[in-house]
């Protein structure tokens, strides 16, 4: 795969989905696509009639072989991409696609070492990935995913993690506003959170986190402050604080 990362290719959409009110799931047929290990990434180059072109990285949802390959895009308002991605991108519509890139923030089935996921918005997406891998792998390694977000409504793929068929425990935390049922306040992840909602540094635990980058920071400075060690945390970040 690493030799082919680096070509353009031409994915033409295959199928769309609203994930919520600003997210869509996009689903390209990639000619060529080599396959991609699950936390993997693309890049997308869009080109305007004057010529003018955007690239933009965006996680992928999916994993394996084939040349299917899903990303998931949350609106930014002032972005040059992602407003076109979610809003007006129509099936049988043609984007370059480059990849897969990123070697470090991967997982790969293991029987013993247990693992805890932890989300930050739109940060899930490559963290589905993984959830999805471990069940086609029918991997017997725990794995957990602890996701924080804003409100209930911004949740992306929330049915796939709540269903009766997830195979993945999900623990939510909300930032903003949450349901009523849910046990405590809204508010920014703290290290007793993570102690009590993540696995202990006992059970030694390969830990993926990703999302914006002050959560990303924050939430991997309390990890080690709890006694994880830092090469078991693996991060991915995006954008601003």
Known sequence: MTGTAFAWRTGRLARARRLTATARSLTFEVPGWPGNDPGQHVDIRLTAPDGYQAVRSYSLASSGPG????????????????PFLVDDLEIGDEAELRGPLGRWFVWRPDPDRPVQLIAGGSGVVPLVAMIRAHEDARSTAPMQLLYSLRTPDDALYRDELTGPSAS????????????????????RIT???????????????????????????????????????PDGIRTERFGGI
């Not at 993945?168 to 508010?187: E, I, L, M, Q, S």
């Open 191 to 229: 290290a007793d959170d993570l102690r009590l909602k993540t696995l202990p540094p006992g059970r030694e635990p390969l830990i993926y986190v990703c999302g914006p980058t002050g959560f990303v920071e924050a939430v991997a400075r309390a990890l080690t402050g709890l006694g994880h060690g």
């Open 67 to 82: 040349e299917r390959i899903e990303l998931a895009v949350e609106l930014l308002p002032d972005g040059e991409v992602s």
């Open 168 to 187: 993945t425990v999900t623990t939510w935390h909300y930032t903003r506003a949450a349901p009523d049922d849910w046990p405590g306040r809204p508010g």
